[in-house]
């Protein structure tokens, strides 16, 4: 049997992998977008080895990733038993990987802008309860406060 494993990734994927018979760690570079085929002709059982060594990492089967939404799970290799991974495969995966980055970068930023308008208000207390101290007091002083609630001379 024949093992194709195939990179949805924007960069070089090196797909590691150890066979059972062979203790020693074996690679073959998978250049963006494409496929390569698995040396050798492979048993059932190895290509469920080599697939289960990966599989922490994210691999799924080809046919997993097509007309399925998988929200936020980035796929960066599939694989596909016996024939090459679909083209229409392939760049299905590669168009949800890029769909679920930029999800994840929105989902960041809304997170970080509520981060920062929940922080502002405490720094503008500090700042106001600085200033207001200064001037009910009479005291004139050569102190200032920064913007981020920082006293500077």
Not at 18 to 34: A, H, M, T, V, Y
Not at 78 to 86: H, R
Request: aromatic letters at 6%; charged letters at 25%.
């Amino acid at each position: 049997m024949k093992l194709f494993v195939a990179n949805l990734t924007k960069q070089r994927f090196k797909f590691h992998y150890r066979l059972p018979e062979n203790p020693k760690l074996l690679d073959q570079d998978i250049p963006i977008g494409k496929q390569i085929q698995i040396a050798g002709d492979l048993t059932r059982d190895v290509i469920d080895i080599i697939v289960s060594q990966h599989e922490d990492y994210g691999i799924l089967a080809a046919n997993e990733v097509y007309g399925k939404s998988h929200d936020n799970i980035k796929a960066p290799i599939v694989y596909s038993v016996g024939e090459p991974v679909d083209l229409d495969k392939l760049f299905y995966g590669i168009s949800q990987n890029d769909e679920v980055a930029q999800k994840m970068a929105d989902d960041s930023k809304v997170a970080t802008t509520a981060a920062i308008l929940e922080a502002l208000p405490q720094a503008n207390a500090v700042v106001l309860d600085t200033v207001s101290e200064t001037t009910e007091h009479g005291v004139t002083t050569s102190k200032t406060v920064s913007s981020m609630g920082r006293k500077s001379k």
